[in-house]
């Protein structure tokens, strides 16, 4: 058994994305802490953010309009312009920063792209993404860049026809329900990597399949893959 296409989720797979998302939360709390209480005010931004996330999609943009709407609802449509910009300006400042690849990745792939297909496939924003990619300097790994609007079943399928066929193709992610799951259930194999600081046993349902691994880092990645042959 070969696999012949290797496909990877991006934020929280080749790169750190949710210590970013940490970051701005954190300064929106600060900007906000003389008007709601910690918990009042997280909840009322996570009910926006799922509220809009069918109409914005994943990513700092949505994050950051979310924010702002945040702010309206709590200081009752009071909030002064100057508190906008400073949400907007937390919101852009995440754009702006470097890409911090995650151990072993830049090694691995460039190993493996000898050898396999690789694609990015990815929820987000294209040119955000795109813009990561490019300072990421593995744009050059990847024969295809895949940013889609949800990852599911008929996604994997449709992508894993596109670059080969399912029973010859993994999905690479940090989430066993976007990356991984799916991925398995669209005929393909699943390759859980679990974004350390985020993931626990009881966090996420296991997998338990055929096709269906965890490793705990990318750099055990060609070892697996060797493992199968
Ligand atoms: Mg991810």
Redesign the pocket.
Known sequence: MTLQTLCF?????LWH?DSLFDFTHRRFHELMAAYASPDHLEARLQAAEERNLHLYGYGVKGFTLSMIETALEVMHADAPVSMIGEILAAGRAMLGLPVRLLEGVSTTLRTLSEQYRLVLI?RGELLNQEQKLASSGLGDLFEAVEIVSSKDRATYARLFARYGEAGTSAMI???LQ??VLPAIEAGGWGVHIP?ASRWSPESEASGDHDRFVRLSGMAELPAWLLSLN
């Not at 989720?9 to 797979?13: E, R």
């Open positions: 989720d991006a934020d929280d797979t994305d990815s992610g940090n989430s976007a990356d974004y």
